[in-house]
């Protein structure tokens, strides 16, 4: 008589995952080194990655946890699929040193699908604590899988914006030490100072490498404007553009642009005499990234507005350097578009 034993079952969203984890894994495998975490220790991610270029790890740590699905039936629009998430996972994951990647991996496809969540809703960490859950959108042209050839720029960029956040914690030591001296408690004078050796030499240093990064920024943005007054030299020249250019400082109907000359050249010097007498605020970053896009959108708006003018008064003409113009302008811009 043969006893039919009892035996555990290999659950159906226990195969799913390892499944997802294994594609995930042989996806990664080329462009990092890929540790998976102990399975009884489950709090939100399942492995963690070191980036890897020309066969040499780097510096560059990050965190993975792995939604598998057999199909991707999950709720989804146009652009995006969403992933409902506890928000003490995402505590957790705001907790750790390195970022985490959400992962959606289609099992059926065998494509992974990715977002980082605490970038994402870093403005947001406090507001979510009264939710239980939250609605993460993972955009559907974030996507890795076998056929890619290299890790796509914003993956690497978001582990690096995620250690720059990080940078507040140093932060918030110091103003914990400074707090408790003005409530008159006893000072801990070889930490303190152990503290500020190893916080101001990194102050310092990034303030360089930020002086030279304003440098370039504010060179690149000038750059742009002479390039754009070049433009508006050559339809100058144009005789089917000269009706309309003699009123370009404040005409901006034919360049179909929001701002015209006077305004976006009185903006932008106004941003660079700010920067160049060491005006830094955040908000000033900002109204610089805004600015340089409205004036790639102006150079773009009048290179082709001159494109248009010049096959009009020379039907057969060779314009493929304004074309390629163009083309670069366009790729520019896509980086704030994105």
């Known amino acids: 008589m043969v006893v039919d034993y009892k035996l555990p079952k290999y659950a159906g969203n226990k195969q799913t995952g390892n499944i997802a984890a294994d594609i995930l894994k042989a996806s990664l495998q080329r462009f990092a080194i890929i540790n998976p975490h102990e399975e009884s220790i489950d709090l939100g991610i399942d492995m963690r990655g070191q980036i890897v270029k020309n066969g040499v790890p780097k510096n560059q740590f990050f965190n993975i946890q792995c939604k598998g699905t057999a199909s991707l039936d999950i709720e989804s629009t146009e652009d995006y699929f969403t992933k409902q998430i506890s928000v003490t996972t995402i505590n ?42 939250v609605n993460i959108k993972i955009p559907k042209t974030n996507l890795i899988n076998k056929q890619t050839t290299e890790l796509p720029k914003e993956f690497i960029q978001s582990i690096i914006l995620y250690v720059a956040n990080h940078l507040n914690i ?3 030591l110091v103003k914990r030490l400074s ?14 100072i152990q503290l500020l050796q190893n916080i101001i030499p990194s102050i310092e240093e990034i303030q360089g490498y930020y002086e030279t990064i304003i440098e370039h920024l504010i060179q690149e943005i000038k750059d742009s404007w002479s390039e754009s007054k070049e433009y508006l030299i050559k339809l100058f020249h144009n005789l089917p553009a000269r009706k309309w250019v003699s009123n370009f400082q404040t005409n901006t ?18 941003i660079i005499i700010d ?19 409205e004036l790639l959108e102006y150079q773009i708006n009048l290179l082709a507005f001159l494109y248009e003018m010049s096959c009009e008064d020379n039907p057969f003409g060779n314009y493929t350097e304004l074309t390629n113009e163009l083309d670069k302008l366009r790729d520019k811009i896509k980086k704030y578009d994105n």
């Open 179 to 192: 707090s408790a001296l003005e409530n008159n408690e006893s000072l801990d004078l070889d930490f303190s």
């Open 253 to 270: 109907g034919f360049l179909l642009s929001g701002k015209s000359y006077n305004d976006l050249k009185q903006e932008v010097n106004s």
């Open 170 to 172: 140093a932060r918030s």
């Open 275 to 293: 920067f160049e007498s060491d005006k830094l605020t955040v908000s000033r970053l900002e109204d610089l990234k805004e600015s340089y896009k």
């Open 92 to 133: 957790f994951w705001n907790q750790q040193n390195d970022t985490t990647f959400l992962f959606l991996v289609d099992n059926a496809t065998e494509n992974c699908y990715w977002c980082n969540p605490i970038i994402d809703l870093n403005e947001r960490i406090s507001e979510i604590q009264g939710q239980k859950t």
